[in-house]
């Protein structure tokens, strides 16, 4: 069965009980341990007896588990728990059949990475994992994950992540699409990177704009790092919740979050209940094939909703309606033409 962090948290501090020859382990004294190592970890909720019992019949399997060898010593009505051997720890013990399994699907994938700029320590680490667990490197790909390896700015991914963990302000030349072939300098200090339909983007505080824009990998043209420069320290923004409103990459600062209304029809509706556009997505009314969604309206969203073409209406709001409605009629002038 897989190995989740809360069980890892919980069979190491078993272990730590099991070891302890000086104290006297009872299967409430186990309970709270547990609970005190989960919640240390910032991780609620209480561990029942049945679980303790399933963790160690786990530990001491052979197969799936680290084959642990207990003492259990009656005092009383009550039993407390050891190690035969003081000191055996599974800390020592090979990988079992489970983790191996685990650690070897963390390789595959690793190997997503190898090939591309700035992941040239993938490899590296890759060859190691194999050699020190004795892995097997050669496996077939279950899993594809979408991935361009073609797409320009790539070889800035791994400048950005950098920049953002360590705190250092870059200066950027880049490129927007919008403005054409214009080139302008930016100092940026960079927050949070976000995947979006395949490509990269950085959100960094401006200082020209003293705003947090997000800037295509794509359309920068040179990178440099300015190490005398003061990095400005995210105290605002929860990137966790930040794109909760949006679909996509575009957060607008004063848009405010809209009821969408969308008529589909009997042919699409399953194809939208089962990939949702957005996470607020509902059903108003099934057999009229009405949804609403709640975001702020952004390029993104006028995107997903004309990829849809005859099969998705927006109803409501009216000036949205309208914003689509134009849309499609410079579409249809250009194919008329």
Known sequence: ???????????????????????????????????????????????????????????????????????????????????????????????????????QQAVVTLTRFRGLPQYEWVEEVISSLEYRFNLDGEHTSLVCFEQNPLLKGLEHLGTFIDAATAHRVLKVQYRS??????????????????????????????????????????????????????FKVNEDIDFDHYFDDVIGVTVPYHGEKQRILLRTNERRIPYLLSKPLHPSQRVEHRRQCLLSIEVKPNNELEQQILSFGPDLEVLAPEAFRNQIKEKIQLMQQQYNT
């Not at 919980?10 to 709270?32: A, V």
């Not at 399933?54 to 084959?67: L, V």
């Not at 979006?196 to 295509?216: E, G, I, P, S």
Request: contains cysteine; negative net charge.
């Open 1 to 103: 069965m897989p190995v989740n962090k809360n069980a890892n948290i919980r069979y190491r501090t078993l272990d730590r009980c099991f070891r302890d020859t000086k104290h006297k382990y009872f299967m409430e004294d186990l309970i709270r341990e547990c609970e005190q190592a989960l919640l240390g970890n910032n991780i609620e909720g209480g561990v029942s007896r049945r679980q303790i019992f399933d963790d160690i019949r786990f530990m001491e399997d052979t197969e799936q588990g680290y084959s642990i060898v207990l003492d259990r010593k009656r005092e009383g009505k009550q039993v407390y728990y050891r190690y035969q051997d003081p000191s055996f720890s599974i800390n020592m013990q090979p990988l079992s059949k489970v983790e191996a399994q685990q650690l």
């Open 177 to 230: 699409y919008k403005d054409g072939s214009q080139e302008v300098t930016r100092i940026v200090h960079p927050y949070y990177l976000k995947q979006y339909n395949n490509r990269w983007f950085a959100f960094c505080y401006d200082d020209a704009t003293h705003y947090v824009n997000n800037l295509a990998l794509d359309r920068c043209l040179s990178i440099e790092q300015m190490p005398d420069m003061e």
